[in-house]
């Protein structure tokens, strides 16, 4: 049963997301939420107002009758991209909000609580579906807050840890394995059974070649291989878009290292720390992971194959968000859900017979079909139960402040023999 059908149950998951969203944010200074460190990320109290905004906007004003705005001019400032919902403040300067404070925006989200819950009851099922979403939607938000919070602590010289670091060595991984997968045509996409966000549908037949995908992501040992192959300085690697990046931006490693006397660290949000080999590499771009495959005698498995080998894991299972703390990829994981988001191949564009829906939510995915890549799976950032196998994630190839990695991929012949190169 899907838990939009039944009130009392949407009422404690509500609770439950919101919850949750508050916790993370609890260590952070008005300060601390205040800030923008670049013009992908958004300051944290943005997010604790934006998505209280869309619960307000889409359920409270639209469908409960004597509602009234908290406040009618916030929603110029924490409406995102919504045109239909009409002007806003530009994504770059979201960071110049200063006022209202940190514990004013909490205000805000109690009395949306407040409303809410109060009405849910008398909803219809289809607003309750919008309920749904709108958990759905914190909870992406709640790994863009930890994602955005790193990035912001980690433009301080004296890197501040955010929560203490746990300890937790961890133990040399076996040689990668390979899936074996014959080919043919399998089925992807979700069935409709349960929640879903609208681009991971309509299920639908596709055809796979054969190919053989790795039984585990690649990790920060074998990464500095590639760095110490020369990896960052070989053309030949690169895609032409992803040299000119490397060579624009001064890349030498992933996001957050820093090697000091011939090793190397990496920032988290419990501080720096030596880099785990390991554990699975983390914040890289697509770049960074096609050179990687390419440099491995591999490729990157496309969205259909990795969906397909996915679908009889848990989604629910591996090293994903469950409280604050020291969230980051650990060791050991052989799961395809948590750790890292895995960048594949496959451009983000529409399945066949995919519909925008009406009104200002059909802009919620739709309109982002361009240029971007998917990514699969899910991190130690998204909250547990958030994750599917259908999901689609996605990004632009440059873009690595998410907890993103790679699995690696390779074509095979119809024997199950690797493909020559």
């Known amino acids: 049963m899907n838990v939009s059908q039944d009130p009392v149950a949407l009422a404690r998951h509500y609770r439950a997301v919101r919850a949750l969203t508050e916790q993370l944010a609890a260590p952070l200074s008005d300060a601390d939420a205040t800030i923008q460190s670049m013009p992908d990320a958004s300051p944290a109290k943005w997010h604790l107002a934006h998505t209280t905004w869309f619960f ?75 309920v749904e979403l709108g958990c759905h939607h914190e909870q992406q938000h709640q790994e863009l807050l930890l994602t955005d919070i790193l990035h912001a602590f980690a433009q301080n010289p004296l890197e501040w840890a955010i929560w203490p670091h746990a300890e937790t060595p961890g133990t040399a991984p076996a040689p990668i394995g390979w899936i074996q997968n014959a080919g043919g045509i399998v089925e992807i996409g979700h069935d409709a059974q349960g929640f879903a966000f609208d681009c991971e549908g309509p299920r639908h037949q596709t055809m796979l070649a054969p190919h053989t995908l790795a039984d585990r992501r690649v990790t920060n040992g074998e990464w500095i291989e590639f760095i110490r192959d020369g990896g960052y300085r070989d053309p030949r690697l690169w895609l032409a878009d992803g040299w000119a990046w490397v060579q624009a931006q001064a890349i030498t490693a992933p996001l957050y290292w820093r090697e ?63 409280a604050g703390g020291d ?68 990004f632009y190839p440059h873009q690595r402040w998410q907890f993103m990695g790679l699995r690696l991929a ?12």
């Open 56 to 130: 307000e906007t889409f359920v409270l004003r639209d469908h409960v009758a004597d509602y009234r705005p908290y406040r009618a001019e916030w929603p110029f400032l924490f409406n995102s991209y919504y045109e239909a919902e009409g002007q806003r403040m530009m994504r770059a300067a979201r960071g110049m909000l200063s006022r209202p404070s940190l514990p004013e925006i909490q205000a805000y989200r109690h009395a949306v609580d407040e409303a809410l819950l109060a009405a849910i009851g008398d909803l219809p099922p289809d607003v309750l579906a919008l």
């Open 260 to 322: 000091d006397d011939g090793a190397f660290s990496s920032f988290g949000l419990s501080g720096r720390h030596a880099v785990d080999p390991s554990a699975p590499v983390c914040h890289i771009s697509l770049y960074e992971a096609d050179a990687f495959a390419t440099w491995a005698g591999a490729r990157l498995p496309t969205e259909a194959e990795w969906e397909s080998a996915a679908a009889a894991h848990d989604p629910s299972g591996g090293n994903q968000l469950d």
């Open 327 to 394: 969230i980051r990829p650990r060791a050991g994981g052989a799961s395809f859900f948590g750790d890292v988001w895995e960048w594949t191949g496959s451009a983000y564009r529409p399945y066949p017979g995919f519909r925008i829906a009406d009104g200002a939510i059909g802009e919620y995915n739709g309109k982002f079909m361009s240029s971007q890549f998917v990514l699969r799976g899910s991190s130690c950032a998204t909250p547990r139960g958030h994750a599917r196998a259908t999901y689609r994630n996605f």
């Open 410 to 421: 390779k074509d095979a012949t119809r024997d199950g023999g690797t493909a020559p190169a």
